[in-house]
């Protein structure tokens, strides 16, 4: 399966910059029917050698068929990500793909701060925060470069533009998991 969803992120990202590509999309989803199933799937694109982030985009709800929704945000991930320039055809040959496929998010009851930090699982836990109309999200692979609960907790509040200390303010927390393919 790995190769597939990838497979599709990549000729998504091909057809958007206009380039040739030769995937199989009737094949595709004869052989992996769930890629027909409604799906949530953010995509990652990373410059090697160094895996520097160059574009993510994604959907937290499953409102579409999962191959429409891997290509659709592999190609905003490659052109509209208000964080980059849109990706170009020389740097195509640099860079690596990862689709993260998302669970249903589910808000998690909480009393404070430390109750909060004892029902989280690092490394595992993707998490949405909501507060006053605004939102942000980290996938579990964020943990890697933010380990530390109150680092991970300080950047997704200033991610959100609420302010580096917005759980104390009790903002809605959901969290979800995620099935990852990467490109090898």
């Given at each position: 399966?790995?190769?597939?969803?990838?497979?599709?992120?990549?000729?998504?990202?091909?057809?958007?910059?206009?380039?040739?590509?030769?995937?199989?999309?009737?094949?595709?989803?004869?052989?992996?029917?769930?890629?027909?199933?409604?799906?949530?799937?953010?995509?990652?694109?990373?410059?090697?050698?160094?895996?520097?982030?160059?574009?993510?985009?994604?959907?937290?709800?499953?409102?579409?068929?999962?191959?429409?929704?891997?290509?659709?945000?592999?190609?905003?991930?490659?052109?509209?990500?208000p964080r980059f320039l849109p990706l170009t055809l020389e740097e195509l040959q640099h860079i690596k793909i990862e689709v993260s496929i998302l669970s249903e998010p589910e808000i998690l009851a909480y009393a404070d701060i430390e109750d909060l930090r004892s029902k989280?699982?690092?490394?595992?836990?993707?998490?949405?925060?909501?507060?006053?109309?605004?939102?942000?999200?980290?996938?579990?692979?964020?943990?890697?470069?933010?380990?530390?609960?109150?680092?991970?907790?300080?950047?997704?509040?200033?991610?959100?533009?609420?302010?580096?200390?917005?759980?104390?303010?009790?903002?809605?927390?959901?969290?979800?998991?995620?099935?990852?393919?990467?490109?090898?």
């Open positions: 399966m790995n190769d597939i969803i990838i497979a599709l992120a990549k000729a998504a990202i091909l057809v958007a910059l206009n380039q040739p590509e030769e995937f199989d999309l009737e094949h595709a989803l004869k052989t992996y029917p769930i890629l027909n199933e409604n799906g949530a799937a953010f995509v990652t694109i990373n410059t090697e050698p160094n895996e520097q982030l160059r574009g993510c985009i994604g959907s937290l709800q499953a409102y579409r068929p999962l191959y429409k929704d891997i290509i659709s945000n592999a190609q905003a991930a490659a052109l509209r990500d989280i699982v690092p490394f595992q836990d993707g998490i949405v925060l909501k507060l006053n109309g605004r939102h942000a999200t980290y996938l579990p692979q964020v943990w890697e470069q933010l380990p530390k609960f109150d680092d991970f907790f300080s950047s997704l509040c200033m991610k959100a533009n609420l302010g580096n200390d917005c759980l104390s303010q009790h903002p809605e927390i959901s969290t979800y998991t995620v099935t990852k393919y990467k490109e090898k």
